[in-house]
């Protein structure tokens, strides 16, 4: 079946611009997870999503970085005035459930580059 | 605080050999413990869980890890390495009374040689 599919896979923008990172998770999973990446180390929890609605978002690093879920689907991360310390990974995975025990499916990320 | 540590940036293995990549963890409450595996330029795939239950967990591609409680650890083994084997692997935590993000270790560095 499909899994979680992220676009771009590769963005490279200049400082100041804005971008949008768009995911569309696995079909019938209710709960979305953003998380960013840098090199040379794990994860790094951003927001998360049940439903339509962000649950927790106290990841997000500052008023910059926004996500949206509009009908509890697609998900787009929109991030203003780029500067070069958000170049990173952004990974994006969906669970069935928010449950505790529920896996996170990942997508292959999109991978941002701020000049 | 919650936390994840990977003592081990990089693990050397001749193929064939047995492998172990390790991990311990600090949780308030009870954990939930994932490896994951991310190969270059790929997305991160899940290779096994503990929830609950026996301490040993089978996974995917022949991948087991134990969960020891009093150790507080859930180090990844595998009884023959494969050169395919080598890659990124992610510890990664849940407590129960968290928000539902998981806690993630810094990752290891699989080699496998020939």
């Known amino acids: 079946g499909a899994g979680v599919s992220q676009t771009p896979s590769n963005k490279v923008t200049e400082k100041g611009k804005y971008v949008e990172l768009r995911c569309d998770p696995i079909s019938g999973h209710t709960a979305l997870y953003w998380y960013r990446q840098s090199l040379g180390q794990g994860p790094e929890f951003l927001i998360y999503f049940q439903g339509t609605g962000a649950a927790d978002d106290s990841g997000l690093p500052n008023d910059r970085f926004f996500a949206v879920r509009p009908e509890g689907s697609v998900s787009t991360l929109k991030i203003q005035r780029t500067e070069r310390g958000d170049s990173a990974v952004y990974l994006c995975?969906?669970?069935?459930?928010?449950?505790?025990?529920?896996?996170?499916?990942f997508g292959p990320g999109t991978r941002l580059l701020v000049l | 605080a919650q936390s994840v540590a990977q003592p081990e940036d990089q693990v050397n293995v001749a193929e064939g050999n047995p492998l172990t990549v390790k991990c311990t963890y600090s949780?308030?409450?009870?954990?939930?413990l994932f490896w994951y595996v991310q190969y270059p330029n790929r997305g991160l795939q899940f290779l096994l869980k503990y929830i609950t239950g026996d301490n040993l967990v089978k996974g995917s591609y022949g991948f087991e890890a134990e969960f020891n409680k009093s150790q507080t650890s859930f180090h990844l083994k595998k009884p023959s390495a494969l050169v395919s084997d080598s890659a990124l692997y992610f510890c990664a935590v849940r407590a129960t009374d968290s928000n539902y993000q998981l806690i993630w270790g810094a990752g290891t560095k699989l080699i496998i040689k020939p």
């Open positions: 949780v308030s409450g009870n954990p939930y």
């Open positions: 995975a969906s669970s069935r459930q928010p449950t505790e025990g529920e896996t996170q499916y």
